[in-house]
């Protein structure tokens, strides 16, 4: 192969690989606004259960800002009576720490009554909270839940509630919103094909 056959195949392959480039970027970046744009449009609808899902608890078995968040916006939802149930959903932490009864006992001092909170500690997932979600609502016939997370979680947090068999189903965020929400928002672009194409129920 000449030189300039070479240097001519070589700048074929180096523009499509920029195109490639721009192609997904520009992907990315419309996938992005669309996730951000369903994610703050959610708005609760009334239902039988909310269901906040759980992130990290501090070393001293406090929850977080982010989940205090979560569970003040959840609370909000029960007072305003959108719901008779809510249903905490966490993992248990490598320190020990178990997120769903921690946000429980937050709960109870802030004045919902014990029996009106069903705390769920294997929850260490957005699809496992979803399956065990699911099987209250089943034992219950519960269809209306409303989903309690940050905006850029829920796109992916609805979307596998509905693939579990609740077919109504709602969400509310925290709607105090941090630069940081942004990198989590484009963390959610991985999370939601894996989630769609996931099978294990």
Known sequence: ?????????????????????????VFGLISLVALMIFGLRASPKPADVCVI????????????????????????????????????SGGIEPSG???????????????????????????????????????YAREHHIQRVIAISHFYHLPRAMMVLQRHGITEVSGDYPHQIRFADFY????????IPWYTLRQDY
């Open 184 to 191: 989590f928002a484009m963390r959610e672009l991985t999370g």
């Open 1 to 25: 192969m000449s030189a300039i056959a070479y240097s001519i195949k070589s700048n074929i392959w180096m523009r499509r690989g920029i195109y490639c480039g721009v192609g997904c970027l």
């Open 97 to 135: 720490n178990d997120e769903a009864q921690v946000m429980k006992a937050y709960l109870e001092a802030k004045g919902v009554p014990s029996d009106a909170i069903i705390a769920d500690s294997e929850g260490k997932n957005t699809w496992f909270t979803a399956k065990n979600i699911a099987a």
């Open 53 to 88: 899902y759980g992130t990290r608890v501090l070393s001293n078995n406090q929850p977080s800002r982010a989940l205090q968040e979560r569970l003040d916006q959840g609370l909000s939802c029960y007072q305003r009576q959108l719901c008779r149930i809510l249903f905490v």
